[in-house]
């Protein structure tokens, strides 16, 4: 089993939809990162979490410690939000190096 | 420009070939990654490295060999390579005190 495991592994949504993508990870972690993979291949991060939860525009992201569960939301979805979103922990047990889940696909049509 | 940059951004080659994928970055971190990106797993980790004297083993460090030239340059090589490690590569840079990576455009692999 992975140690970090995304749902769903793909995603459409219509233009405007609430969405949400999850992260479940079984180990103890110092961090968790969620990023976004452009269709061409760049890699950017979107936030960095130890707790509770962030909002940066229409994104927003949340965690809970003790479920071992994030969640990324977009909210009112956009055509430019299709990408690939990663979930990322920085757990004690890879000598403090990211362990990446697989990512979720995640288109947004018009 | 970039930050972070990859060179090659595509490259296709042989078996046994020896290749080298080179990384180059103006953000004056001290850390530096190698990644490798396969369709549907997670990035993995190859080789990192803290400074200049400070070379570490990843993951899946087999088959793979590094250099830090300096502080701005991280170069992977594959002495050999083989079709499994097509692959798309990813270079990436941190600063020692802080946890957010930064990644370069990625190198897109193809070992016939």
């Known amino acids: 089993k992975n140690e970090v495991e995304q749902s769903p592994q793909n995603l459409t949504a219509q233009e405007g939809e609430f969405i949400t993508i999850n992260c479940s990870y079984s180990?103890?972690?110092?961090?968790l990162h969620w990023l976004q993979q452009h269709p061409g291949g760049g890699i950017v991060s979107l936030f960095m979490l130890s707790s509770g939860k962030k909002k940066h525009g229409r994104l927003i992201a949340t965690i809970n410690i003790q479920e071992k569960h994030s969640s990324l939301h977009i909210t009112a979805s956009h055509p430019r939000d299709s990408a690939v979103y990663i979930c990322a922990v920085r757990s004690y047990n890879a000598g403090n190096m990211l362990t990446f889940g697989g990512g979720t696909r995640l288109m947004v049509k018009p | 420009d970039a930050d972070v940059t990859q060179t090659p951004r595509n490259r296709i080659t042989k078996t046994g070939k020896r290749i080298m994928l080179e990384c180059s970055q103006t953000k004056g971190h001290d850390r530096m990654y190698w990644y490798r990106q396969d369709p549907g797993l997670g990035l993995r980790l190859i080789y990192y490295s803290f400074d200049v004297k400070d070379i570490n083993k990843g993951e899946i460090s087999d088959g793979y060999s590094v250099s830090r030239q300096a502080q701005a340059k991280f170069s992977l090589s594959l002495e050999s390579a083989i079709p499994n490690q097509t692959a798309l590569y990813f270079c990436a840079t941190s600063d020692g005190g802080a946890d957010t990576q930064y990644f370069g455009p990625g190198t897109r692999l193809t070992v016939l």
């Open positions: 180990v103890g972690i110092s961090a």
